[in-house]
């Protein structure tokens, strides 16, 4: 059994997903269906296209998974901002700073990846 303890952005990508998937529920109950599925789908995106890039095969192949979480990233930030700016919508104060540090934990690992295939 591999452990992601050791690997940051794998972690906290897991750790996330989880949380998403718990809000969303809430917003089910609301019936908010809609911006939950599109939440819930970006949301767990980002740690599932992490987790693919620790089996690149390649560089290229790497910075291009993480490409992808970070663009998860970005669009589960929208729905997030979407959530918290639409009345009648269940709260949740640690989401939308959590995908900023995941945004930008993000950046870091792709400016020092692309640094490094120069």
Same mark, same amino acid.
């Given at each position: 059994?591999?452990?992601? /303890?050791?690997? %940051?952005?794998? &972690?906290?990508? #897991? /750790? #996330?997903?989880?949380?998403?998937?718990?809000?969303?529920?809430?917003?089910?109950?609301?019936?908010?269906? $809609?911006?939950?599925?599109?939440?819930?789908?970006?949301?767990?995106? %980002?740690?599932?296209?992490? /987790? &693919?890039?620790?089996?690149? &095969?390649?560089? *290229?192949? #790497? %910075?291009?998974?993480?490409?992808?979480?970070? =663009?998860?990233?970005? &669009? *589960?930030?929208?729905?997030?901002? +979407?959530?918290?700016? *639409?009345?009648?919508?269940?709260?949740?104060?640690?989401?939308?700073?959590?995908?900023?540090?995941? %945004? =930008?934990?993000?950046?870091? +690992?792709?400016? *020092?990846?692309?640094?490094?295939? $120069?």
């Amino acid at each position: 059994m591999r452990s992601d /303890r050791d690997n %940051i952005i794998v &972690e906290k990508s #897991f /750790r #996330f997903a989880l949380d998403v998937v718990l809000y969303c529920e809430r917003l089910e109950e609301k019936g908010k269906y $809609i911006v939950s599925r599109q939440l819930l789908r970006s949301g767990t995106s %980002i740690g599932a296209n992490v /987790r &693919e890039a620790q089996n690149a &095969e390649s560089k *290229t192949d #790497f %910075i291009h998974k993480m490409k992808i979480a970070a =663009k998860e990233a970005d &669009e *589960t930030e929208y729905w997030l901002l +979407i959530c918290k700016n *639409t009345a009648g919508y269940p709260q949740d104060e640690k989401l939308l700073p959590e995908v900023c540090e995941l %945004i =930008k934990i993000l950046s870091k +690992i792709l400016s *020092t990846s692309k640094s490094k295939q $120069i």
